[in-house]
């Protein structure tokens, strides 16, 4: 009796294999699920009145996620051997694949990971046009490789340089690109799937062929050429280093081409290479669970606004009612002067004619964006945000007003980047009211959503907060207020400390290029830039007088007072067009010069980190490392700045911060946490 699959014969003796995981909302594969659907296969091999095999999902959810991480997660951490699991699933598949009938899998929803792979080992794949569908392979997202056929079946189906620039992605494409390339043979109607399943089974077409282009790919040399090609291309992006599960994929497939064993063999070492202690793949993983995690905290309300009001309508106000508009929120956009208003709806259009494409979903976003200068929206709305400049005088006459006009049960929220919540509702009649709601810029791209709870805040509406950011598809940390909350907090210092590099006569480009050895996703340099100055200096401003031995750099003050804030000048510290960094000049710095900025930058930090931690201004070190990465990208293959504490031990992070604290002076003395 099999506990995750359902199977019926019918009447044409198609054997129909529904995939229903019992235990979990989604399909993901364990040993059990393999386990039972070896058994399955063992069976049709030794039948023979099967005149074929369709393999479906009952879930809602689509037809399959993938691996269980959860499971393979629970395998490390017990210290047990995954290879285990890892060759279940090869071995299965390639029965599978061996099957002397037609196999078809009838796809809907999601399918990726060993999902994708398992319908990869069907003949024949049919997906749902009447669902957005996803198919990929983003093993390489979590440091590991597809181990279960996806290298070689892939690029063998729809042509090496197509296969082979999913896998070293990991993006999903959807069922009509999948179709145009061949991985999908049809793409058929929610009504007309079984009717197109049993005659594909019953007349098995021929099968999908690549072209003699693709063919010709596949012959040793030309997979010689086509991997130092792609080796380049991975290296503009990641160094083999700190990411070296795409440059194994690339080198297992120009070495194999499409020897299935030897392919396949290859790749289950890589695994276990992959997966060691310490090794990226481990903490990729970990940070997987911890996005699910935050996710899982934004589940737990029920609470869905429909309406929000934002106040102030200039980079981050405007581009978060955008945002939220796309979401299919209804908002009021409020600031002083229709003027004002001008360039957040040019940037929403911008937006969702990227996001959109379609003219309709574009008006219809459109339409959910209303200016609303007179704040007519502040009575009605479920959340009202306030996103004026930082000054702490303007947003408490704001709230002192907003209390009075707001209905008694909205959300009061300051997206404040560094002012304590106390500071601000002293002129409130029910301070419980207010809370922070703190995105990161651009809020179009970064995932995390800082809810601020002060001394007096009333847990209720930060569970209703934590629903409302789950609801605009962002992940909320719950942190306690203090100057800087959580993520300024730490960045401060480490921004601070790059313009004392600059001032030291340290090139802009070898201060960035120090933290993107490390593993940074941008420098401190260019972060600032893309933050804008003109925020780095309010909130520096406000957060200097809490650190020791921290002044405000007067370079930066000069260069707000020109103008010269940033991306969205033009000019900053860089130079940009579009957006984009316009100078390509590099600044080289020796291998020991370019260590020791990455040292005084990291640990700056780290020590700023301990702190919060100590201080308990988020629950533990897990949401502080999940903060870190998904707002500001913070190197994810290290884990987080807790993490990486653990990785390199307390005892020799003591000692780094007493050789830079003789150098530097006291701002590296080392936080009590370290003793």
Known sequence: MSKHWQ??????????????????????????????????????????????LVI?????????SGADLHYINAQLAAQKDILDFIDKGREVFAKLADLPIPTLALISGTCMGGGLEMALACRYRIANADQKIHLGLPEVQLGIVPAWGGIQRLPRLIGA????AMVLSGRAVSARRAKKIGLVDLLVPQRQLKRAAIQTILKHPPKHKRSVLQSFMEIKPMRMILASVMRKQVAKKVSREHYPSPYLMIDQWARYGSDNVKLQMASADDIKQLLAEGGTARNLLRIFLLREQLQAAGKQSD????????????????????WCALQGLYVTLQDQTPESLCGAIKRAHKLYKKKLKDRAAIRDAMDCLIPDVAGDGVARADVIIEAVFEDVKVKQALFKQLEQRARPDAILATNTSSIPLGEINTVMQDPSRLLGIHFFNPVAKMLLVEIVCGDQTDQKQIQKANGFVHQIKRLPVNVKSCPGFLVNRLLMPYLLEAVRLLEEGNAARAIDKATTDFGMAMGPIELADRVGLDVCLAVANHLAPYFK??????ELAQMVEKKQLGVKTGRGFYYYKHGHVCSKIEAVASAQASQLMAERLIFRIINEAAACIREGIVANGDLLDAAMIFGTGFAPFRGGPMHYIQSQGKQQIRTTFAALEKQFGERYQADPYFY
């Open 161 to 164: 340089p197509q296969g082979l």
């Open 7 to 52: 199977t019926y014969e019918d009447e044409q003796h198609i054997l129909w294999l529904r995939f229903d995981r019992n235990d979990t909302s989604a399909n993901i594969i364990n040993m059990e699920v393999l386990d039972e659907l070896d058994a399955i296969i063992g069976g049709l091999s030794a039948s023979s009145s099967i005149c074929g």
């Open 303 to 322: 609470f869905k606004a429909k309406h929000v009001h934002v106040i102030g309508a200039g980079t981050m106000g405007g581009d978060i009612a955008v």
């Open 549 to 554: 031995h921290e002044q405000v750099p007067k």
């Open 56 to 64: 479906e999902s009952e879930k809602s959810a689509g037809f399959c």
